[in-house]
């Protein structure tokens, strides 16, 4: 009797140790945080310049993040792009250069061993007021909340790493938000302060080493409205080279087009180039 209680007491004891150990050894949550800062500063002065000049302070900060949350077969991505810029030019004062918000969020929930259900949100907007100079007195073009976009919706995701990834959601709604000022624009009909729309989404990311030191990431996001014209597809395309200079000094070119008949009847396109400063901290979390 006793040989038996000791055998059942190691085999218990046995077991025990067995289901901890695999308990133990099964995924944690796990959260990564990729923050990076950067700071670009361009100046000119011209004193007696016989080609002409005219003096020019310009600054332009950036903030992103990134979180990714793991945990079995979740997956949450959320990544914040911000960005604020100012130019002086002597006798024509401030004139802003760049002015982003965007927040994305996409979570997914595991089918296959690239694919998850999932599920979309984007908010962007601008922080203060833009002005057209193109004509005197100057335009006022936007300001803050003014336009807004907001668009979510259900889909599928393909991920095979943080670095390449796209989502399909095809029944994404839409929201566009102004105030009084601006209704009639941006598609929002007349007298109104909101226009909603239904239709197809598509997004990637893809980020790659060009070379030593030269990284390239690009930016994609399709949509066509099965409200409207459904064989207009909008584009916002963005791809951001980062040179390496040290640990802390960079080189910048972004390169960003924008196609929606809403917004204006042109290709959008934005460049910016630059040699600043630059901060990058990434960090893990595994409770």
């Given at each position: ?99 982003r918000f965007e927040l994305n969020s996409l979570a997914g929930l595991k089918t296959g061993k690239y694919w998850f259900l999932s599920f979309i949100t984007n908010f962007k907007t601008q ?161």
């Amino acid at each position: 009797m006793k040989r038996v209680l000791l055998f059942l007491f190691l085999f218990l004891s046995i077991s025990f140790y067995a289901q901890k150990k695999k308990k133990d050894t099964l995924p944690k949550p796990t959260w990564k945080i990729h923050g990076r800062f950067a700071f670009i500063f361009n100046q000119s002065s011209f004193s007696n310049w016989a080609s002409g000049g005219e003096n020019t302070i310009a600054g332009n900060i950036n903030i992103n993040y990134d979180f990714n949350y793991k945990k079995k077969n979740l997956n949450w991505d959320t990544r914040l792009i911000t960005s604020y810029g100012l130019s002086y030019i002597s006798d024509k004062g401030y004139r802003k250069t760049d002015d982003r918000f965007e927040l994305n969020s996409l979570a997914g929930l595991k089918t296959g061993k690239y694919w998850f259900l999932s599920f979309i949100t984007n908010f962007k907007t601008q922080y203060t007021k833009g002005f057209s100079y193109k004509k005197e007195p100057k335009l006022l073009v936007s300001e803050f909340l003014s336009p807004a976009y907001l668009t979510f919706g259900p889909g599928m995701l393909w991920k095979k790493s943080d670095a390449l990834n796209f989502n399909i959601a095809p029944a994404t709604a839409r929201y566009t938000f102004v105030n009084d000022f601006f209704s009639g624009k941006f598609g929002v009909a007349q007298g109104k302060n909101k226009a909603f729309s239904l239709g197809f989404n598509f997004s990637g990311y893809y980020k790659f080493s060009l070379m030593t030191n030269v990284e390239m990431e690009n930016i994609l996001t399709l949509y066509s409205d099965y409200l409207k014209a459904a064989g207009n597809i909008d584009l916002d395309y963005q791809t951001n080279i980062h040179f390496v200079v040290n640990k802390h000094i960079k080189m910048h070119m972004t390169f960003h087009i924008i196609i929606d008949d809403n917004a204006s009847s042109k290709i959008q396109f934005r460049q910016l180039f630059g040699l600043g400063v630059n901060y990058s901290f990434h960090q893990k979390v595994t409770y």
